[in-house]
């Protein structure tokens, strides 16, 4: 089975302008969550997706949205960049909600914001 | 609230010797799961294993053995006869049964020298 892939691998924004990130969970999984990896944070949740429907959400502002498609691929979308957004983002992808499947991690997208 | 801790930042081994990483977490809920990750230089996060609140047996896995003590809310995690291959970040993370909203501790950092 293919692992989770997410594109693309790096980006290079600017500030005030907006980036969309993708991802594409295992085969069968349902459940797409977001994660920021920074080195003063750490790894902090951003949000959940299951079956199209945000499940939960992690405590970032409102410029940070995602979706989820039919077929389970995600996006998430940051607006009106800051600095401070620059980050790795990962995506994981389990079979469905709840914390007791095992999440499985995509490889990241380096975001730089200058 | 749920917390993880790595009290250890950085350790450094010499090929062939053991090393423990410790975690300590904090949870309400009687239901949960423990999980350690590996992250490489190439940043994605690798599942090694994961522990339920409700089995506290350990196992070893090949060179892998973890330790859950529900006591001590501790979940260290031992890599015997160390590789130059096992030096990356290792995060310990824990979840709870309602959703996918992940806790990283702040990771810990093992350096394997030859």
């Known amino acids: 089975k293919a692992g989770v892939t997410q594109t693309p691998r790096y980006l290079i924004k600017t500030r005030g302008q907006q980036v969309t990130l993708s991802c594409s969970p295992i085969?069968?999984?349902?459940?797409v969550s977001w994660y920021q990896q920074t080195p003063g944070q750490g790894l902090q949740f951003l949000f959940e997706?299951?079956?199209?429907?945000?499940?939960n959400k992690g405590n970032f502002p409102g410029r940070f949205s995602g979706r989820q498609f039919s077929n389970s691929r995600s996006e998430m979308n940051v607006s009106t960049l800051e600095l401070g957004d620059s980050a790795l983002y990962l995506c994981?992808?389990?079979?469905?909600?709840?914390?007791?499947?095992?999440?499985?991690f995509g490889p990241g997208t380096r975001l730089t914001v200058l | 609230a749920q917390k993880v801790t790595q009290a250890q930042t950085e350790i450094s081994v010499v090929e062939k010797e053991d090393v423990t990483l410790d975690c300590v977490y904090e949870?309400?809920?009687?239901?949960?799961?423990l999980f350690w990750y590996k992250q490489p230089p190439s940043g994605e996060l690798v599942f090694l294993i994961r522990?339920?609140?409700?089995?506290?047996q350990n196992e070893i896995s090949g060179r892998y053995s973890w330790n859950f003590q529900k006591s001590t809310s501790s979940f260290n995690f031992t890599i015997t006869a160390s590789q130059v291959v096992d030096s990356a970040v290792y995060f310990c993370?824990?979840?709870?049964?309602?959703?996918?909203?992940?806790?990283f501790g702040a990771g810990t950092r093992l350096t394997v020298k030859p």
């Open positions: 085969s069968g999984h349902r459940s």
């Open positions: 994981a992808s389990s079979p469905s909600v709840g914390g007791a499947d095992t999440q499985y």
């Open positions: 949870t309400r809920d009687t239901t949960y799961y």
């Open positions: 997706y299951f079956s199209e429907t945000q499940r």
């Open positions: 993370a824990l979840s709870e049964a309602r959703n996918n909203d992940m806790r």
């Open positions: 522990r339920n609140s409700f089995d506290e």
